[in-house]
């Protein structure tokens, strides 16, 4: 069965520091998809990075980096220079599937982050 | 619309009654996901359709809940004899097949008094 964990309920980090979100993860599966979401207070799901298990760099977008550590089942997601308006809930996602074509898309918990003037 | 459209966005329903929750996948999409989201917490998967193969329904909680996808985009959940811990929003996501991005909709507040 696949699972994601999220261990930190809550995080708080000064703007303009970085900050980084823990994530692991259960799968048997060879081939895996693993992803991270932001959810603000007005409700939307909006997608932030995806990372491949067979990736061999680590994704970045922008000020979004996912730390990939394939060994360990960990799937990181580090924010650089925090901003007001990341203050939301986070969401770490991981999809199975041979060659990512697909299969169910399942969530962690969730971390609340704070982002402190 | 460009985007995942779900309707109503609200409602309230007394407890007993059926519902029917709505999604409008985006165009070419052939995964569809259903997710329930309870206060303050996280994304619980409920089904997940993909094009015309059998849809994983390992999600469901019980048998009042259901799902069908006509013609392989518009998909209706519905909750039969709803019951107050079925209150939720209810997210509907779609993707291209192995695609590496859900889109999701705005959800679906449901409320059962």
């Known amino acids: 069965a696949q699972k994601i964990t999220q261990t930190q309920p809550g995080m708080f980090v000064q703007e303009k520091e970085a900050v980084t979100l823990d994530c692991t993860y259960d799968?048997?599966?060879?081939?895996?998809?693993l992803f991270w979401y932001k959810q603000p207070s007005s409700g939307e799901m909006i997608f932030l990075i995806y990372?491949?298990?067979?990736?061999?760099q680590n994704a970045t977008e922008g000020r979004y980096s996912l730390n990939f550590q394939k060994a360990r089942k960990s799937a990181n997601l580090v924010i650089s220079a925090s901003q007001l308006g990341d203050s939301a809930m986070y969401f770490c996602?991981?999809?199975?599937?041979?060659?990512?074509?697909?299969?169910?898309?399942?969530f962690g918990q969730g971390t609340e982050l704070s982002v402190k003037p | 619309g460009a985007g995942v459209s779900q309707s109503p966005s609200n409602k309230v329903t007394e407890k007993g009654k059926d519902v029917e929750l709505r999604c409008d996948p985006i165009s070419g999409h052939t995964a569809l996901y259903w997710y329930r989201q309870s206060l303050g917490q996280g994304l619980e998967f409920l089904i997940y359709f993909q094009g015309n193969s059998a849809p994983d329904k390992s999600g469901l909680p019980s048998d009042r809940f259901s799902a069908e996808r006509t013609g392989g985009s518009v998909s209706t959940l519905t909750i039969q004899r709803t019951q107050q811990e079925d209150s939720a929003v209810y997210l509907c996501a779609s993707s291209f097949f192995g695609g590496t991005e859900a889109f999701f909709g705005q959800g679906t507040r449901l409320t059962v008094v």
């Open positions: 996602a991981m999809r199975g599937g041979v060659y990512n074509q697909g299969g169910k898309l399942i």
């Open positions: 799968t048997s599966d060879q081939s895996y998809g």
């Open positions: 990372q491949g298990s067979y990736d061999e």
